[in-house]
């Protein structure tokens, strides 16, 4: 079954620019039936949805986040990237990756990866 | 973009007791596209329920959801002690694509 992890820097100085990477096993990223996310969670708090990739480098981006967002993707190492630049304390969260399908219909996310956390902080 | 609002914030109920979530959109949701996690302290969410109604792999028949338009709910007919966790809605219809809140399921 496919798996999902994350990986990256815990701790980015803010105006910096947060890179997280997420590997995917167990399947090929270059599916053409999914669609690869990025979800956030700060402290205590909820969800929220910072994008998605197709593997032919199609994205989608939230509005709140989109100037500051770029999701790319790498299939020859089975991985795809978030880069959020100009960070804030406000970006301190765990970060998780999850895939979703590619049609509308079967949008949920599932599988997830167990997340990292990421500290903004000089 | 759709605001979900969920409701009770809190759920405070004994084992064996009935829960049920309400996830409220602020504009109905296309073709009943909606999900509902779970998300246990220092874990990933997980899926429970998608298309409104239809149980992820692996859920057990405990759980069930319901509901079109604006209105949903996640019904945990008997709960069990690893079912005192925290439950999300998403709707999957619209990007970009939003959580609610959020509600505490704990043992009272």
């Known amino acids: 079954q496919v798996q999902l992890q994350e990986s990256g820097p815990g701790l980015v100085k803010p105006s910096q620019t947060l890179s997280l990477t997420c590997t995917v096993s167990?399947?090929?990223?270059?599916?053409?039936?999914?669609?690869w996310s990025w979800i956030r969670q700060p402290a205590g708090k909820g969800l929220e949805w910072i994008g998605r990739i197709y593997t032919s480098g199609g994205t989608n981006y939230n509005p709140s986040l989109k100037s500051r967002v770029a999701i790319s993707v790498d299939t020859s190492k089975n991985q795809f990237s978030l880069k959020l630049s100009s960070v804030t304390a406000a970006d301190t969260a765990v970060y998780y990756c999850?895939?979703?399908?590619?049609?509308?219909?079967?949008?949920?996310?599932?599988?997830w990866g167990q997340g990292t956390l990421v500290t903004v902080s000089s | 973009e759709i605001v979900l609002t969920q409701s009770p914030g809190t759920l405070s109920l004994s084992p064996g007791e009935r829960a049920t979530l309400s996830c409220r959109a602020s504009?109905?949701?296309?073709?009943?596209?909606l999900a509902w996690y779970q998300q246990k302290p220092g874990q990933a969410p997980r899926l429970l329920i998608y298309?409104?109604?239809i149980r992820a792999t692996g859920v057990p028949d405990r759980f069930s959801g319901s509901g079109s338009g604006t209105d949903y709910s996640l019904t945990i007919s008997r709960l069990e002690p690893e079912d005192f966790a925290v439950y999300y809605c998403q709707q999957y219809g619209f990007s970009p694509y939003t959580f609610g809140q959020g509600t505490k399921v704990e043992i009272k």
């Open positions: 999850a895939r979703s399908g590619m049609v509308v219909a079967t949008n949920w996310l599932d599988p």
């Open positions: 504009q109905s949701v296309s073709s009943s596209y």
């Open positions: 298309g409104a109604s």
């Open positions: 167990g399947g090929s990223i270059s599916s053409a039936s999914y669609y």
